[in-house]
Structures are given as C-alpha cells and as structure tokens.
C-alpha cells in the first residue's frame, strides 16, 4: 500500500511513516522542515526514513498549493495520514498567522487535491484542546467543541469542520483522531517533558504552571501510532457501525466521516510526570511554581471508549515506563550514539 504521510520529519508523523515503513508499505513524506523548533532534530529523523529504500521524500509546504496537489497527483497514494501542522498552544498568541497559514490554508489544500485522487481512507490529526472550555469529563468525541481557548485549537476545529465538508461532498472517508499530551524518544523540544529533561540535567530550575495542580491524559508515542495504525483500517461508513458501537459512535450521520479520541484514558498529576523524571534521571528537580498559563486547560481527560470498540486496543504505558524511554533516548542522542 502507498502511504503519504504529511509532516513526516515531525515527531508523530516520523514515528508513523517508520511503522508503515516497517510493516512493508511505501511512503511518501511530505515535510516543510520550518524553524519553529531545530531543523536539526527534523533532518535526523528524515535521514532514518531515507534509509528505507520504500520512502520518498518530498521537500515543501503545504501552503505551496502546487505542490501539494502534483504531489497527490504523482504518487495517488491509497492512505493518507496528514499530521503537518503548526503547533503548540502558546505559541499561537505569539504568533497566529502560521497557525491559519498551515493548519487552515494547508489543510485545505490537501483535502482538495484528494477530492480529485481519492485516497481508501483520510486520516487527520486534530488535538484534545479542541475540548477547550468543555468542563465535562472524560471528553467524549460527541461533546459540544465550540469553544475553543487557543487559536491552535480554533485551527484544528476547523480543520475537523474542513474535513467533514469534503467527506460529505465528495465522499471521502475520513477519520479524525484527537491526541492527547503525545511524549516519547524524538519528541519535540518545546513540549514540557524535554524541557524538564534538558533543565534538570543541567542543574536548573524549570517551571511548574498551574502550580502543579494540573492533570493530563499523557500518550507515550508507541501507543499513539498503534492506535493511528489500527484506526487506519477502520473506514468509516454509517452503514457498517456496529450495534454495540452505535451509542457512543462520533459517525457523521451525512458523511463516511468519524472522529476519535487515541488516549488511555488515564490522567496523571503533572508532579507524578516530574516524579518519573526525576526518578528516571536520579535528579530532584528544583521547582518554580507558577500559575496558569493564558490557553491552558486545567485538566484532560480523555474516554477511550470508542478507540477500544473500533479497534480492540486502548493506550496502556505508564508514565513511569515511558519518561524512562523519553531519557534513555535524549542521553543517546545528546551525546550522538544514536
């Protein structure tokens, strides 16, 4: 099977083009290499994809409209998994236009060049921030999302609004997942766990917001891309969900359109995620505490409900087992043995 991949030198979209790699299929990667974090990270994950010799490459972004729909014209690819964007909540108060140029304009983009070469099965990559303001948990993917907090999560509402649109005019199926607090070995060096791990090895003080009262539905990486992979092969059509699927099903009831939380369902106190750090590095932390960031959400939690009926797999790696990965990792790649 061909794969295209979108964002495939990111963190999650490396990790996912590796597997389909390994299990046998071709790629297609499709990545911008932006600044927003070391380009340096993103080319050292893109040089382990060009050692397969069932990946191609392709340098450019989303927003270059040409290119996206020559790309999707040359290589018709029978999955697409878009997971380019541009991220962090934060950042998107410093600096929303990428957010609208990326999230929005190239998703639009894409879904127009498929609308063309209809791909089996479109999957794209929304986020739990879309719950925004929703004091109800755990978030259920039929819950009200209409009040996002951050513009990040405004972009990624959209793209899910984008999405069914295409789905139910041209009949593109198309599946939706909603990640929550994604961590792991080649993470991105914004999000708080390398942060916590580049400080507290240096001997430095790192930053606790929310004073350390928040909560999150952390996903080790491994978990994610198995749910992304097994979801893959669950189309979504109206006339095939299962009567003990049906009650909790995010199916639209117009489109081959559904959207899914991939998350355990289990949140973790952000001190019992330092914790694992420490333990994992043998370093107390020396500790800032600080309120609540504007864009932050107090707590996440996810229901795994409808992953686990459609799939028969729910993310189960503790925090523990994971931030020991995430360190072993860092220690081998700071010093270049990997």
């Known amino acids: ?14 990790h996912t083009a590796k597997r389909f790699l390994d299990a046998g299929h071709e790629v297609v990667g499709f990545d911008g290499f932006t600044k927003y974090y070391d380009p340096q990270l993103k080319q050292a994950r893109d040089q382990i994809l060009r050692g397969y010799s069932s990946f191609t490459p392709v340098v450019g972004m989303l927003e270059d409209r040409g290119l996206v729909l020559s790309t999707v014209e040359e290589h018709q690819p029978e999955l697409v998994v878009h997971l380019a964007a541009q991220a962090g909540v934060r950042y998107s108060i410093e600096n929303p236009a990428a957010y609208i140029d990326s999230n929005v304009l190239g998703t639009f983009h894409l879904v127009e060049a498929l609308r ?3 791909p089996k099965h479109f999957l794209f990559a929304s986020t739990s921030s879309v719950y925004g303001a929703n ?3 755990p978030f259920e993917e039929t819950a009200r999302t209409a009040f996002p907090v951050s513009l990040y999560a405004a972009t990624k509402s959209a793209g899910e609004a984008i999405t069914h649109s295409y789905a139910h005019l041209f009949g593109i199926p198309t599946t939706c997942f909603r990640f929550f607090t994604v961590y792991g070995p080649w993470g991105r060096p914004d999000m708080a766990a390398l942060k916590f791990i580049q400080r507290i090895r240096r001997g430095e003080e790192i930053e606790v917001y929310g004073n350390g009262e928040m909560s999150r539905d952390f996903t080790f990486i491994d ?25 909790i099903d995010s199916i639209s009831p117009v489109a081959p359109w559904r959207v899914v939380n991939i998350a355990g369902g289990k949140p973790v106190p952000l001190m019992r995620f330092i914790t694992a750090i420490e333990n994992a590095l043998g370093v107390e932390a020396k500790k800032k505490m600080l309120p609540m960031q504007a864009g932050d959400v107090p707590d996440t939690l996810a229901s795994p409900d409808l992953l686990l009926s459609l799939t028969g797999f729910r993310p189960n790696t503790t925090v523990e087992e994971g931030v020991k990965a995430l360190v072993n990792w860092y220690s081998e790649y700071e010093t270049g043995a990997i």
């Open 116 to 118: 063309h070469r209809k």
């Open 223 to 247: 978990d994610l891309v198995e749910g992304i992979l097994r979801l893959s092969q669950v189309v979504p059509a109206a006339s095939q969900t299962e009567p003990e699927v049906r009650a």
């Open 1 to 14: 099977m061909k794969v295209l991949v979108t964002g495939s030198a990111g963190f999650i979209g490396f």
């Open 135 to 137: 004091p109800v948990l």
